[in-house]
């Protein structure tokens, strides 16, 4: 079994910052690619950043500039660090990861259970 967990959401004002962090566990062999994906009420899940695992990174339009997306491989752990939030960050955030366990030995997409990132005063 493979899991994700997220965590670090919570409610911050607007300009304030957040670091979301999401472990993986279990029965992991390798990761590949992670990624952070957010989905609003109403909207469609989109994609925040994507880290490779050589470190390489791409972002939506909407955060470069004032999010950060790392990870610690010896960790199995994923970050994404948000600067300068805005309301328009309100969502679901949630974290993906490509994994390959020793119970299946072939590659699969996991998801976390999602954390609420909420940006109001």
């Known amino acids: 079994q493979v899991q994700l967990m997220e965590s670090g959401g919570g409610l911050v004002q607007p300009g304030g910052s957040l670091r979301l962090s999401c472990a993986a566990s279990?029965?992991?062999?390798?990761?590949?690619?992670m990624a952070w994906y957010r989905q609003a009420p109403g909207n469609q899940r989109e994609l925040v950043a994507r880290?490779?695992?050589?470190?390489?990174?791409n972002y939506a339009d909407s955060v470069k500039g004032r999010f950060t997306i790392s990870r610690d491989n010896a960790k199995n752990t994923v970050y994404l660090q948000t600067n300068k939030l805005k309301p328009e960050d309100t969502a679901v955030y949630y974290c993906?990861?490509?994994?390959?366990?020793?119970?299946?030995?072939?590659?699969?997409?996991?998801w976390g259970q999602g954390t609420q990132v909420t940006v109001s005063s």
């Open positions: 993906t990861a490509q994994i390959i366990s020793t119970d299946r030995w072939q590659w699969r997409d996991y």
């Open positions: 279990g029965s992991i062999f390798g990761i590949s690619d």
């Open positions: 880290i490779t695992s050589g470190g390489s990174t």
